[in-house]
């Protein structure tokens, strides 16, 4: 890793980058438009757009796509467009979420995009501190931050400046996901440079739960990628009625979605990439391991009862055939040797669970400053 003094198209010729002394505006005012997918989430679309609208150091065009939604949207959007910098698109029928998505995306004439879901927020001068990375790292095709995730009434929000950018080639960050199996990224914290996306358009519709975690990745084969350090640059909203909890949850089904992200990627744009074979691979074997280590936490917590164990095994198996040489593998059948009541009580299983709550505590961390994750075979991705 290297330290450096900000300067302009500094890009990573590989590994990671640190820029230090880095604006927090740009030299200009650029335009950026946020892509609002709506569906009847009105209790949170006027928040939502005021956050957007509030934007400093930037000209910025805001696009709701109303995916006929049966609450007090309509009501909530006429109101909104009283301002000039907003624009409305109703579905009539509904289409679905990714849908809306792509049709808001193909309205956007604009340098920079972002796409914000309705129960979100921007964080005060997010856009600013973004543009001011794209515009001074141009082959840089997106750039994220740090969310802050939150239910209930909103935290208070401060306007800070950056403290550092990390550059990665594009492939590096690719690489990384592959390692690890997860994603990085909640969404509220992206912008991405319209140049970019449109070659990675449009999102895909069969990957429902994991079309954001594709995207970044499609991104990332085609270009660099960069995290601004410091404040927090969205704001991610958790209640019960969200899509993660509702539709896209469940350990098993976000292990498929997952495997499925990666296979499209590296079936298209990301299979270009020079080592992809290698890449794929080591996606398909970390992909199994989260699964078999799924298993041995059902075995910690005394709940194989409750755990899907053989689907977990039989999908390792389907990821990566060669899955009874890893390490998770041999970790699952000391577990199955004693059994499930007594794997809960060995001194050996409780050592390792503790060892791994404070693996995952230390990520957890890292992921929180620099935007990288470590095993955190917990985290579950994609839209709500």
Known sequence: MRLLAASRSAAPRGGKQVLLGVPSAPSRRPAVSVVVPAYNYARYLTECAQSVL?????????IIVDDCSTDETPRVTAALMTDPRVTVLRNEPNRGHI??????FAQVDTEFVVKLDADDLLAPGALARATALLEA?????????????????????????ALSWTLWSGSDWLARLCRTGVNAISQPEVVMRTA?????????????????????????????????NGPAQGYYREHDASMQRTVNSGTAFDLKARR??????????????????D?????????????LDRACRAYDRGRTDEAPIDEYVTFALEAW??????????????????????????????????????IEETSRVRWRHTGEVGPQRWQQVGPR
């Open 196 to 228: 970019s996306l449109r070659e990675a358009l449009p999102i895909r519709t069969d990957l429902p739960h994991t079309s954001d975690m594709h995207l970044w990745m499609q991104l990332a084969s085609i270009g660099d990628v960069a995290r601004i």
């Open 279 to 291: 890449l794929r691979d080591l996606a398909s074997r970390t992909i199994a391991g989260n699964a």
């Open 137 to 161: 790292q141009p082959t840089v095709g997106f750039v994220y931050g740090r969310p802050r995730h939150f239910s209930g009434a909103t935290p208070r929000q401060i306007d800070a400046p």
């Open 321 to 358: 055939p060669d899955a009874r040489h890893l390490p998770e593998w041999r970790a699952l059948h000391r577990r199955r040797a004693v059994g499930s009541q007594r794997a809960a009580r060995d001194p050996r299983f409780v050592a390792a669970a503790l060892v791994r709550r404070a």
């Open 260 to 277: 499925d992200a990666f296979d499209a990627v590296f079936a298209g744009v990301g299979g270009t990439l020079p080592r992809a074979g």
């Open 99 to 104: 849908p809306s998505v792509n049709r808001g």
């Open 54 to 62: 509030s934007q400093r150091d930037v000209d910025v065009t805001l």
